[in-house]
């Protein structure tokens, strides 16, 4: 038998499953034990030695090799295994730098693995996908990716794109009837819901009959694309950048073999020295320091609570200048309490709390007991009726499992005495859930006694078009002008102090009454509208003004009321006294160039749906802004991918969202994207220091070699010493750099140009001069020590390596700064500090080692020598430092 053919209680039998309680924690771990995760297996991993052999595939290394073999076939052995040596560190650094990087970058994979909400143990938790073992029961709603193959057995409203799976793009309508056909279509199995597919709306609960590649989905898993990871724009830009490097050092190397052996040098020590300098001189290390930085501040940036997705937008958000950012739970806390009550003959004040149920209601500062006015009680118990939203106890306070705004009216209802006991006593047989687009949610619902009821809650401006009715305590009777004024001001009211307002309406039905979705939100009779609050989160005030300082616009978007969200803008001082609110239908009636004239005034963007994100989005963009867009439903996804930096909420996003999204707010906080913006910027500012930092060494290591030659002296430099600078001088404070802190005025500077090539802002010209100067130091100190004998060469050179050694070492504190070497505490950094003792430390010991100074070509130098070697090295950071330039 197949599993749509099933019956609900054989289903379970036969899964060995109570539906109402799920599996016990027990047989769920059995069953992982016996069958293994629910994990579709993935493409091939890069084994360990492919990644270690990778790191000598280079052209230059290999020619390096190369070289060093006929020098060890010519009897330089020393030089030979020196060289050997050096060359297999480096590979094997950055064989660990690569895997390093590739660690935490599935790390964050992990981290945003998908969970599914299930029951075990008769308790609905959420677990994490992979977890799930066949005969769980899960239940899944609008926005959820689905996580295992389900056999459905409960469903409301509930609608599954499977395109993924049947390549059908729209949504199907799913139920839970058994179908009695042997053979069913994928696409035509109604009561099943598979793996990797999206549930659209509505939502509902299923038992898991596959796992892993034991689904739908596992079968054609060999189909699936491979997740391999698409370099980031500035990845790719340094792609280039590292071919126009290397074409510029092979030339300057070539440059200068000729002019060595035009004046004589031997053939072999000129092409030794000149594949040694090519090598040196070509950032080769580049791509990998700028992934590790990437994916160390990305590191940095979950402990701030965001997590990126896409490596792309740690760039990207740096050049960020509009966060487009929801209302209800990112900026303010999403904890709702109902406040006030109107009906047609009340209007009341609710006391107490967040999810404590204690309070009271009060009528002109009376206190009154809700018994007396069955009106607003059962408003509040139709409230309850059209709701999901549970509390749950949790140690000694409650907790809310569901929607806070359908939690804050179950509050307000247990202070009514409106509690599971009441709630009891009526079903619900039909639904039509909320949505964004709708804003409104309906449901039907019958007592013991057969006794039906429609109840719709919802946007009161949406549902008083659909209302013609109201109650007053004498009766029902028809919505006139004065009952809508009447209305409508209590809303405004409400409104005005910043209060999200819910109506609630409902309709006797006859059990014998035909219903349709449409004809159940028609002719409604108004019960009453609530006004919850939902204070602003306390730390985005601050946050919103920061990102104003740092040049970045924020601007409200969100499904509430105008004027709700109007008064929240002004809390949150997000709005100016010039600042425009606009509503969701004004988006829809403007053409795109009538928004994109106005857009640069609009602060709140009210009653919107998620259509309309998708075109503010774009008008933004028009207007040049690069554009950060939050969202969590299933609708949003759109906008979210057409913003530049999409982002989705950790906790109260849909998976869909999520997917969509390159950012991830763990704590769904709106100052959390400005801490990532922060970061973004940071680590921008970071890649530059060490791009600066390594591009000057390698200026001045090819000048030094290259004035030599042209003023017809010796080499200034061994090759092993060429080597030895690329591997210690070079890596490890470059890597420091790129765990540097931010200069102060990050978040005070007007966004980056995201068409800004790397080398703006003055970058060139730094790594030219800084370069140049280093190379013109390095052989003044080779002159002022060379006495033209061949026994004072090495001297010579020992003074030129530490010159430059030195230089480099003091330069890198230049580099951690735009402005001057002077503005920033050196001492600030202290992994910098640590890779520039440790080097100092390694060149003494390649100095003054004695067994190590035949392989180094080195010799003693006395504190004379250093004097000068310090003075001479000080002097690129110094003048550039009081320049300025
Ligand atoms: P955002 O998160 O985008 O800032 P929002 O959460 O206020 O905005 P929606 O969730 O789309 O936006 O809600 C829009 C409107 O729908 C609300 O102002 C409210 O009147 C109504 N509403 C919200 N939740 C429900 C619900 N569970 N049932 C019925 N109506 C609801």
């Known amino acids: 038998m197949k599993w749509y053919q099933y019956q609900t209680d054989s289903l379970a039998r036969k899964l060995a499953v109570n539906m109402k309680q799920g599996l016990t924690e027990q ?164 009561n099943m819901a598979f793996t990797g597919t999206l549930v659209t709306r509505g939502n509902g609960i299923g038992v898991v009959v596959g796992t892993g590649m034991d689904t739908a989905m596992g079968q054609i898993a060999s189909m699936l694309v491979s997740t391999e990871r698409i370099p980031t724009p500035l990845e790719r830009k340094l792609e280039e950048l590292g071919k126009i490097l290397i074409v510029t050092a092979l030339l300057l190397t070539l440059f200068v073999v000729v002019i060595g052996v035009l004046q004589g040098h031997p053939i072999y020590q000129m092409f030794l020295a000149g594949v040694s300098l090519a090598v040196a001189a070509i950032p080769e290390g580049l791509p990998a320091i700028v992934t590790v930085a990437l994916s160390l501040g990305v590191q940095r940036m979950i402990k701030k609570k965001a997590i990126v997705r896409k490596l792309s937008a740690v760039e990207t958000l740096g050049c960020a200048s509009v966060i487009c950012s929801d209302k209800t739970g990112t900026m303010t806390e999403n904890q709702m309490t109902v406040k006030h009550i109107f009906t047609m003959d009340d209007a009341l004040y609710v006391t107490g709390e967040g999810y404590d149920v204690s309070g009271s209601f009060f009528d002109n500062g009376n206190e009154i007991e809700l018994s007396q006015l069955p009106d607003v009680r059962n408003m509040l118990l139709y409230g309850n009726l059209c709701n999901h939203a549970k509390l749950v106890k949790k140690d000694d306070a409650f907790a809310l499992d569901g929607d806070p705004t359908e939690g804050a009216i179950v509050v307000a209802g247990r202070k009514a005495r409106i509690d599971e006991q009441t709630l009891s006593g009526w079903t619900i047989i039909h639904e039509i859930p909320f949505d964004s687009d709708r804003k409104r949610m309906t449901v039907v619902v019958e007592d013991n006694h057969g006794k039906r009821l429609s109840i719709t809650k919802g946007a009161p401006d949406v549902l008083l078009p659909r209302t013609s009715m109201v109650k007053t305590v004498a009766r029902v009777k028809p919505m006139q002008k004065k009952e809508e004024q009447a209305i409508s001001s209590s809303i405004s009211s409400m409104a005005d102090e910043a209060l999200r307002t819910i109506a609630i309406c409902y309709k006797p039905l006859s059990n014998t009454e035909d219903f349709t979705d449409y004809t159940l939100e028609k002719d409604l009779i108004f ?162 220091k060490f791009i600066r930092y390594l591009l000057a060494s390698n200026v001045g290591e090819i000048l030094v070699m290259l004035f030599a030659m042209l003023l017809a002296l010796p080499l200034p430099l061994v090759p092993v010493q060429i080597l030895w600078v690329n591997l210690v001088t070079d890596g490890l404070p470059a890597m420091a750099l790129g765990l540097d802190q931010s200069e102060g005025d990050v978040l005070k500077r007007a966004p980056r140009k995201p068409t800004e090539g790397i080398f703006s802002r003055g970058l060139g010209f730094k790594i030219i001069s800084r370069g140049i100067l280093i190379g013109i130091v390095t052989l003044m100190a080779f002159i002022w020590a060379y006495d033209g004998t061949t026994e004072g060469l090495v001297y010579a050179q020992t003074v030129a390596f530490s010159t430059l050694v030195m230089a480099q070492l003091i330069h890198v504190f230049d580099c951690r700064s735009e402005k001057s070497v002077f503005s920033r505490n050196p001492f600030q950094n202290l992994y910098l500090v640590g890779a520039v003792v440790s080097s100092v430390l390694l060149l003494l010991v390649v100095l003054y080692y004695e067994p190590l100074q035949p392989v180094f070509h080195t010799t003693d130098l006395v504190l004379y020598d250093w004097g000068m070697i310090l003075a001479l090295s000080a002097v690129p950071t110094l003048f550039f430092g009081f320049t300025k330039k």
């Open 27 to 190: 047989q769920a771990a059995e069953r992982l034990r016996k069958f293994g995760p629910n994990v579709l297996e993935e493409g091939q991993q890069v084994k360990w030695y492919m990644l270690l052999f990778r790191q000598f595939q280079d052209f230059m290394v290999l020619v390096l090799l190369a070289a060093t073999l006929v020098s060890g076939l010519l009897g330089e052995y020393i030089d030979a295994i020196a060289i050997m040596a050096i060359v297999l560190v480096n590979g094997i650094l950055g064989f660990f730098q690569e895997r390093k990087a590739e660690k935490s970058l599935s790390k964050l994979k992990e981290l945003s693995a998908p969970v599914a909400y299930c029951l075990r143990g008769n308790e609905w938790k959420k677990t994490p996908s992979s977890e799930l073992v066949v005969g769980d029961v899960v239940k899944v709603s609008s926005g959820d990716r689905i996580s295992a193959d389900l056999r459905l057995v409960e469903v409301r409203g509930l609608e599954v794109e499977e395109s993924a799976l049947t390549g059908e793009s729209l949504p199907v309508a799913k139920n839970n009837q058994p179908l009695s056909e042997e053979h069913v279509e994928l696409g035509d199995q109604s």
């Open 527 to 688: 019960a009453g509208v609530v006004g919850m609050i939902d204070p602003p989160r306390k730390e985005v005030k601050a946050a919103i003004s920061e990102c104003r300082a740092a040049g970045i616009k924020t601007v409200m978007i969100t499904g509430d009321h105008a004027k709700t969200a109007e008064a929240i803008a002004k809390q949150l001082e997000l709005i100016p006294d010039k600042g425009l609110v606009m509503e969701g239908s004004q988006v829809s009636n403007l053409s795109d160039d009538q928004l994109d004239d106005l857009i640069d005034d609009i602060y709140v963007f009210a009653r919107v749906t998620p259509q309309h994100k998708l075109k503010i989005v774009q008008s933004f963009q028009r207007k040049g802004h690069v554009v950060a867009m939050t969202g969590d439903g299933v609708n949003d996804a759109p906008a979210i991918k057409a913003s530049d930096i999409g982002v989705s909420m950790g906790r109260s996003g849909t998976d869909v969202a999520k997917e969509s999204s390159s950012l991830i707010l763990l704590d769904d906080n709106f100052a959390t994207i400005k801490a990532a913006i922060h970061e973004g910027r940071n680590i921008y500012d970071n890649i530059r």
